[in-house]
């Protein structure tokens, strides 16, 4: 799992400064991609199984509030990456919030995936997004 976070987040470039990449690699970079995944299932499961299937809410169907988790999801992404190096106590650089930008737009990618995987299990969003 390592190689593989390793791999995504550092398409963005290296860890700067480079004394902090160890930290990164072995411990922030995993825990933003299982930290991802799991916000975004959470999320999509939210959204498909507990409003527009469990709740019956059909008013909450439409592509606009599936957007409005779709940007939930982002901004939650954003500030997870921002809460995790600082809890690993990396230093303070710019590459964090280029790292936040980049969990941000995989957590896009992870939510738009994870919909199309259970989007059919929904019964009143199961066009939603399209």
Do not use: C
Not at 26 to 43: C, E, K, R
Not at 96 to 109: E, R
Request: glycine share 6%; net charge positive; proline share 5%.
């Amino acid at each position: 799992m390592k190689a593989l976070f390793q791999t995504i987040y550092e398409l963005i470039g290296q860890p700067q400064p480079p004394a902090d990449t160890p930290v990164y690699r072995d411990v922030i970079f995993p825990n933003l991609g299982l930290l991802n995944w799991g916000l975004s299932l959470a999320l999509v499961l939210l959204f498909y199984l507990g409003i527009n299937r469990a709740m019956g809410v059909a008013t909450f169907n439409k592509g606009r509030h599936w957007g409005i988790f779709l940007a939930l999801n982002a901004v939650l992404a954003f500030v997870i990456t921002l809460w995790q190096t600082s809890a690993q106590q990396a230093t303070q650089h710019s590459y964090i919030y280029w790292l936040a930008t980049w969990n941000a737009v995989l957590s896009m990618l992870w939510f738009f995936l994870f919909s199309l995987l259970l989007k059919r299990t929904s019964t009143n969003a199961s066009t939603t997004p399209f």
